[in-house]
């Protein structure tokens, strides 16, 4: 039956009865074809409407409802494993797998993880939120059962994209050279690993995943096994039959049966496959074709701009208020950034822009397109990205990488060994730092400031504002060394952004109010974004304000005159206080021998759940609500 096509996103609640009737995707493996085409139909409409309601990544899902269900209807899950990759794309996974009312509160505060998590149901074998992870939790889930006797199947589920990074092939030499029992699933939607070959193609796709194939593939490995040399020219034969019309000697020649590409949205060739693959050994590949967006019409056209949306709003007949004359647009900070970037570039030659697949949430677009020569898409490369930067500045250029916060985690070596032992000259513009808000744990940017703090030679600097932020970037790529600057997601307070490229001085605070009490004498040492609660609790409990701007180096002047000045020091970060900017200030004044009670208050020494930032902060008691509390606490 013809897949069902959407043009908008349901308001009301579709009807979905065959969706409706089971809990458990055990029931799937008892649907027949046109059941399964059904529920394919009803999955997606379902999807569409929950994505309305909660918003969140939406693309990808919709590109893999025929997978999902060809996935559980052929393994026996849970006790078969399946690894998503990266999570974008599990929505209709966890809406098989009894969580469909729940998906109405993903990304919410208290309610569904964006991302596949193991507390939250048996079915998400393996947490995950970075990308290119699935084949080395597979492998080992695989492994592990191999050792323990147990007769379960393990699949791991990645996309194209995923299997530009270098963990993804670690992991798959490592599965072809011990022989392991997994399936590797390829989602492939961007053709960015081959072209679509016609029609000849998904023919042989499908003669070689059958049953009858695979049966004489199989017996025919048996007799010829006990031929001098037979085995090996069959086998060389067959890698040269597939190569011609398919992808398939990379991963052949890796130790995987390599099968594909077949239409990912064919759900009768898909479940075949799947199911026939399930009862191999050895490491198995299935190259699938999909369209991310797949079967909603406007995400089809634009699926960079359907990769997420936010929430729809709910319809109203209460007449419309007058129109209001709208308020001018606050840049986020990427913006600010990506000004800079083509400004900076505009004046000096040697600027190099690296990004690991982030060109549209860093906002490298315009520069992508006005300096295409000097603009480095590495792909989810981050460890890449960052020794490219490494090289690029050993021949006299002035690179810039723009990452996440989170990512940066993924290239630290590289930026300690790479950069920071050769004292290379490397910018680091550090985008959502600090709680990004529905993506949750594996997403906040909340430890950068800790384990960079502790790289011999690095200057970290984080800005109040976006004027700052713009300062801080030309601060960094003037100084000759490693230098990051680390700012948060979203927009700022909403300052004047000057034109011009002028330099704030590395390591000097900036005092931005100055207690007048007679009582006990507070001042607030604010680092980054936090300033702006900073400002709004020193005014109501007349205390010091000082932005501090640098986290390294210190401004020791500005801390020492603090603590001569005040009874009570407040250190105030969006980080972990553990070796956090606090624990900075901690480590000077003890070098100092100055006796001065501090409170040094940032995120807690645990993994902050999503929500939205504001509830987040609040949560952490770093809302300017919060603050004061813990500092009246403190007070005689």
């Given at each position: 039956m013809p897949m069902k096509l959407f043009d908008e996103i349901p308001r009301e609640r579709p009807a979905t009865p065959l969706l409706d009737s089971f809990d458990h995707p055990a029931a799937l493996r008892a649907m027949n074809t046109q059941q399964l085409a059904q529920l394919a139909d009803e999955l997606r409409a379902y999807l569409l409407y929950s994505v309305g309601v909660s918003g969140g990544h939406f693309g990808a899902g919709l590109g893999v409802v025929e997978l999902s269900v060809a996935l559980h209807?052929?393994?026996?899950?849970?006790?078969?494993?399946?690894?998503?990759?990266?999570?974008?794309?599990?929505?209709?996974?966890?809406?098989?797998?009894?969580?469909?009312?729940?998906?109405?509160?993903?990304?919410?505060?208290?309610?569904?993880?964006?991302?596949?998590?193991?507390?939250?149901?048996?079915?998400?074998?393996?947490?995950?939120?970075?990308?290119?992870?699935?084949?080395?939790?597979?492998?080992?889930m695989a492994l592990a059962a191999q050792a323990k006797g147990d007769n379960r199947r393990v699949c791991a589920i990645i996309g194209d994209g995923a299997l530009t990074a270098g963990m993804a092939f670690e992991a798959l030499a490592h599965a072809g050279h011990v022989n392991a029992n997994m399936l590797v699933v390829l989602n492939d939607n961007e053709m960015s690993i081959s072209e679509n070959v016609g029609g000849l193609a998904t023919y042989l796709a499908r003669m070689m995943a059958s049953k009858p194939y695979l049966k004489m593939r199989e017996e025919g490995k048996r007799v010829l096994s006990h031929l001098?040399?037979?085995?090996?020219?069959?086998?060389?034969?067959?890698?040269?039959?597939?190569?011609?019309?398919?992808?398939?000697?990379?991963?052949?020649?890796?130790?995987?049966?390599?099968?594909?590409?077949?239409?990912?949205?064919?759900?009768?060739?898909?479940?075949?496959?799947?199911?026939?693959?399930?009862?191999?050994?050895?490491?198995?590949?299935?190259?699938?074709?999909?369209?991310?967006?797949?079967?909603?019409?406007?995400?089809?056209?634009?699926?960079?701009?359907?990769?997420?949306?936010?929430?729809?709003?709910?319809?109203?007949?209460?007449?419309?208020?007058?129109?209001?004359?709208?308020?001018?647009?606050?840049?986020?900070?990427?913006?600010?950034?990506?000004?800079?970037?083509?400004?900076?570039?505009?004046?000096?030659?040697?600027?190099?822009?690296?990004?690991?697949?982030?060109?549209?949430?860093?906002?490298?677009?315009?520069?992508?397109?006005?300096?295409?020569?000097?603009?480095?898409?590495?792909?989810?490369?981050?460890?890449?990205?960052?020794?490219?930067a490494a090289g690029m500045a050993c021949e006299g250029m002035k690179p810039v990488v723009a990452i996440y916060s989170t990512f940066l985690q993924r290239g630290y070596d590289q930026l300690i060994h790479d950069v920071a032992v050769q004292d290379l000259d490397v910018t680091f513009a550090i985008d959502r730092a600090g709680l990004v808000g529905e993506d949750g744990p594996t997403h906040h940017g909340n430890m950068d400031l800790s384990f960079l703090r502790c790289v011999p030679g690095m200057v970290i600097m984080?800005?109040?504002?976006?004027?700052?932020?713009?300062a801080m970037l030309s601060a960094a790529y003037h100084h000759p060394g490693p230098a990051a600057v680390r700012y948060?997601?979203?927009?700022?307070?909403?300052?004047?952004?000057?034109?011009?490229?002028?330099?704030?001085?590395?390591?000097?605070?900036?005092?931005?109010?100055?207690?007048?009490?007679?009582?006990?004498?507070?001042?607030?040492?604010?680092?980054?974004?936090?300033?702006?609660?900073?400002?709004?609790?020193?005014?109501?409990?007349?205390?010091?304000?000082?932005?501090?701007?640098?986290?390294?180096?210190?401004?020791?002047?500005?801390?020492?005159?603090?603590?001569?000045?005040?009874?009570?020091?407040?250190?105030?970060?969006?980080?972990?206080?553990?070796?956090?900017?606090?624990?900075?200030?901690?480590?000077?004044?003890?070098?100092?021998?100055?006796?001065?009670?501090?409170?040094?208050?940032g995120l807690p020494d645990a993994f902050v759940e999503h929500g939205t930032p504001e509830e987040l902060l609040r949560d952490c008691g770093l809302d300017a609500e919060g603050i004061e509390a813990a500092i009246r606490q403190r007070l005689p």
């Amino acid at each position: 039956m013809p897949m069902k096509l959407f043009d908008e996103i349901p308001r009301e609640r579709p009807a979905t009865p065959l969706l409706d009737s089971f809990d458990h995707p055990a029931a799937l493996r008892a649907m027949n074809t046109q059941q399964l085409a059904q529920l394919a139909d009803e999955l997606r409409a379902y999807l569409l409407y929950s994505v309305g309601v909660s918003g969140g990544h939406f693309g990808a899902g919709l590109g893999v409802v025929e997978l999902s269900v060809a996935l559980h209807h052929a393994f026996h899950t849970p006790k078969d494993r399946l690894v998503w990759d990266v999570g974008h794309q599990a929505y209709p996974h966890k809406i098989l797998t009894g969580r469909r009312e729940a998906m109405l509160s993903i990304r919410q505060h208290g309610g569904l993880a964006a991302f596949p998590r193991r507390a939250e149901s048996e079915y998400d074998t393996f947490g995950v939120g970075h990308s290119s992870t699935s084949i080395s939790a597979a492998l080992g889930m695989a492994l592990a059962a191999q050792a323990k006797g147990d007769n379960r199947r393990v699949c791991a589920i990645i996309g194209d994209g995923a299997l530009t990074a270098g963990m993804a092939f670690e992991a798959l030499a490592h599965a072809g050279h011990v022989n392991a029992n997994m399936l590797v699933v390829l989602n492939d939607n961007e053709m960015s690993i081959s072209e679509n070959v016609g029609g000849l193609a998904t023919y042989l796709a499908r003669m070689m995943a059958s049953k009858p194939y695979l049966k004489m593939r199989e017996e025919g490995k048996r007799v010829l096994s006990h031929l001098p040399g037979a085995l090996e020219l069959a086998k060389r034969t067959e890698e040269h039959m597939k190569g011609m019309v398919s992808p398939a000697t990379l991963f052949e020649e890796m130790g995987f049966h390599y099968i594909g590409p077949i239409d990912g949205h064919d759900l009768e060739a898909l479940t075949e496959a799947l199911t026939n693959l399930r009862e191999l050994d050895g490491p198995q590949f299935l190259h699938i074709k999909t369209c991310k967006g797949k079967g909603f019409l406007p995400a089809e056209a634009d699926q960079i701009g359907y990769h997420a949306i936010t929430k729809l709003e709910k319809t109203s007949v209460a007449p419309a208020a007058p129109p209001k004359t709208p308020a001018a647009p606050k840049k986020k900070y990427c913006n600010v950034f990506g000004d800079w970037l083509c400004d900076m570039a505009a004046s000096d030659s040697r600027l190099m822009g690296i990004t690991p697949a982030m060109r549209e949430g860093s906002d490298l677009i315009r520069f992508s397109k006005e300096y295409p020569a000097r603009y480095f898409d590495v792909a989810i490369a981050e460890q890449h990205a960052v020794t490219l930067a490494a090289g690029m500045a050993c021949e006299g250029m002035k690179p810039v990488v723009a990452i996440y916060s989170t990512f940066l985690q993924r290239g630290y070596d590289q930026l300690i060994h790479d950069v920071a032992v050769q004292d290379l000259d490397v910018t680091f513009a550090i985008d959502r730092a600090g709680l990004v808000g529905e993506d949750g744990p594996t997403h906040h940017g909340n430890m950068d400031l800790s384990f960079l703090r502790c790289v011999p030679g690095m200057v970290i600097m984080a800005p109040a504002d976006e004027a700052e932020c713009r300062a801080m970037l030309s601060a960094a790529y003037h100084h000759p060394g490693p230098a990051a600057v680390r700012y948060p997601r979203g927009t700022g307070p909403g300052v004047e952004i000057p034109e011009h490229l002028d330099s704030l001085p590395i390591g000097k605070a900036e005092v931005r109010r100055q207690s007048k009490s007679d009582g006990v004498r507070i001042a607030l040492l604010a680092f980054g974004s936090l300033n702006t609660a900073a400002a709004e609790v020193a005014e109501k409990l007349n205390a010091t304000h000082i932005n501090m701007r640098s986290i390294k180096p210190l401004d020791r002047d500005a801390v020492l005159h603090a603590a001569d000045e005040h009874e009570l020091l407040i250190t105030l970060e969006e980080n972990v206080v553990a070796g956090g900017a606090g624990s900075a200030i901690n480590e000077l004044l003890h070098a100092e021998g100055v006796q001065i009670e501090v409170l040094n208050l940032g995120l807690p020494d645990a993994f902050v759940e999503h929500g939205t930032p504001e509830e987040l902060l609040r949560d952490c008691g770093l809302d300017a609500e919060g603050i004061e509390a813990a500092i009246r606490q403190r007070l005689p």
